[in-house]
């Protein structure tokens, strides 16, 4: 064949997306691209073989060889498929943005049954090469009988040069990247494979790494003989049915991707093959504390080709928590993603995975109560998280929202509300804090109440938007203003003034209001309730420390005096004796900062006059 020398033609049109594509990306994708382009020619090959139009022995290995040579410092792409003839090399390689794949997708589309599988869309990525190389060659020969291997060699991109090939003698191809000074990191066989392991992991044709110089010793040494396995898994386990998967195989498949010892929770399998076409694995990981939460990644695969993790436009971002693999081949993810933004498919498989995501804990919630109850700590920050950012996924799944409550047991909303419902209807308490409410936890155990834990530091916005959305139900927490609760009915309400004017005299205006019960565990002289509004005010204002915001956010609080408890009846039968009056004084006082106590934390000057009254009270009784 005589040389011929050309200009590449260049459609400006497409020029554009080039620029978008590469400036912005990553150095190493052109390993990707390539591959991608082995794969396509060896599936074309595939279906031409099935189709009758090309002949197999049957036993043919399809295959793609990666070989660094570190003496020439070059990386080679080398593949068995479908190969090129001279007249497509000029089309498919000389017109940037002419697709060979889309050609090949019209020309037998309607004799494909099953979906696309070729990658290329854009005729794009074999000009990635360039982004790394001084030269490109190009060694092909076509699977058509009687072709001639053709070379095409180019050191900017922009000219070439055609020849015949003295090198390729089997059908298929060879692109050889001579590196540029800048790019020789690609001749590390450790980093290369590194970049294969990121992106083509899941390519469905094999792929092998070489090294040159492996290769000369591969001879001599016996042990490389044994066939070298794979780089990448060729039937990934989100192609296969659901019903086909075990258990095992889907925690083996999250431990290898996700390199992790941990178990997964549970998972969800995506199969859809209308309207579009979506498979993967979406695992729910075991959470360790809240703040693993951003740690997720979902992993985005267009046919097998790693495109990139936590693609927001695709995947709804609450469900960036979760970890898992999502293959899109309809998307056009080589494009940029403002482009992904308003499609109109994107936010239907954003929707369609909210949806599976929701069917599948409606699922384990209604046959698998009891594990659900047992994953319901480790998932609900996500799924409160979830609920917060969309709407719609609340309404799909607020029936299997549960509380676990201060028995331990889990409880939907609106078993709460019609367990409670005599007692105080429409009225959740929560606890925020286990340690802090431990003594209003035991008061409500004693009269029979429940109150459910809300303590994660997403609660406080979860309880206004439960609010919001679950109209006239309200929640309050265990120490707010339960006096109603706490009234025992039967019982024959005596005169309390003189209880409360006692206290009243002594406390001051240390808190707002006085009430006198009678509680049922007499050991308790007085507690201490904050309205609920106050206290979300004044925590609202502390969220905005310094600023002002011209009112008053104090906490309102009330004392609950017991008058069961023998301190309370003593101090109060002794109230007119004017020699018991200092030690009166001092019991109240003591009386309240205990009830102070159980609420929250003394300030400093508070636990000060603490301790010096409890010290002074322990040199009284020693006196005694
Ligand atoms: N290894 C190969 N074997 C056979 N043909 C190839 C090979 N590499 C590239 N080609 C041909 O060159 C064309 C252009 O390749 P290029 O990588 O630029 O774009 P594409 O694969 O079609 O699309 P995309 O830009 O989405 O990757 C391909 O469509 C294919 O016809």
Redesign the pocket.
Known sequence: MATQKGSISINTENIFPIIKKWLYSDKDIFIR??I???C??VN?YKRLVTLGEAKSNGEEQYKIIVTIDKDNESIS?A?N????SKE?VEK??NQ?????????FNKYKDKMEESNDI??????????SFMVSKKVQ?D?LSYQGGSTPVRWTSENGTEYEISKSDTKNER??T?TLFLEDDSKEFLNEYEVREIIDKYCSFLPVEIYLESKENKDEKVENEEEQVEKSPLNDTTPLWLKSPSECTDEEYKDFYRKVFKSFDEPLFWIHLNVDYPFNLKGILYFPKLKNEFELVEGKVKLYNNQVFIADNIKEVIPEFLLLLKGVIDCPDLPL?VSRSFLQNDKDVSKISKHIIKKVADKLKLLFKNEREEYNKFWDDIQVFIKYGCLKDEGFYDKIKDYILFKDINKEYITLKDYLEKCKEKHENKVFYVSDEVQQSQYIKLFKEYDLDAVILNSSIDNHFISFMEYKEQGVVFNRIDSDISDVLKDTNEEQEDTADIKDLFQSIIGDKVKDYSVESLRNEDTPAIILVSEQSRRMSEMKSQFAGMDLGMNFEEEKTLVINRNNPIVKKIVSLKNDESKKEDIDLICNQVVDLALLSNKELSSEELDSFIKRSNKLMSMIISL
Do not use: R
């Not at 498929?81 to 090129?84: F, T, V």
């Open positions: 691209e390539l991608s382009n082995g396509d020619a074309k792409f593949d498929g479908i190969g090129m497509e498919y390689i940037v943005a002419f697709s060979g794949a889309e050609d090949f990658i290329g869309h854009f005729g794009l990525g074999f000009y990635s190009i092909t298929g191809t692109i080589n």
